[in-house]
Nanobody
Framework: QVQLVESGGGLVQPGGSLRLSCAAS????????MGWFRQAPGKEREFVAA????????YYADSVRGRFTISRDNAKNTVYLQMNSLKPEDTAVYYC???????????????????WGQGTQVTVSS
């Protein structure tokens, strides 16, 4: 069992930055790939970024590539999402998720993740 707790959301002006954190419980954090997803009102949950268990590979949605950076610290059981140059369309609830390492892992599909956090609100507005 893995429990995930997000933090770091808030209200920021367009062009600003936020760093989200996701703290995981358990001793097997390094066995999980981690992803960030977001869901805006009236929209489906969408992939934002993901990182493999050893942090060897990272993946980004086209809409955030170049602005967001995902990273992880396995010693602290924490994954981060640094968000720069924020836009109003980035407004959403942001969720972190964990997917146990497996052959043929797919990191962009929400339904394939094993555990989810409760979400943190990010609002980009002037």
């Amino acid at each position: 069992q893995v429990q995930l707790v997000e933090s770091g959301g808030g209200l920021v002006q367009p062009g600003g930055s936020l760093r989200l954190s996701c703290a995981a419980s358990g001793r097997t954090f390094s066995s999980y790939a981690m992803g960030w997803f977001r869901q805006a009102p009236g929209k489906e949950r969408e992939f934002v970024a993901a990182i493999t268990w050893s942090a060897g590979y990272t993946y980004y949605a086209d809409s955030v590539r170049g602005r967001f950076t995902i990273s992880r610290d396995n010693a602290k059981n924490t994954v981060y999402l640094q968000m720069n140059s924020l836009k109003p369309e980035d407004t959403a609830v942001y969720y972190c998720a964990a997917q146990y390492r497996r052959i043929g892992v797919v990191l962009t599909t929400p339904g394939l993740y094993d555990y989810w956090g409760q979400g943190t609100q990010v609002t980009v507005s002037s």
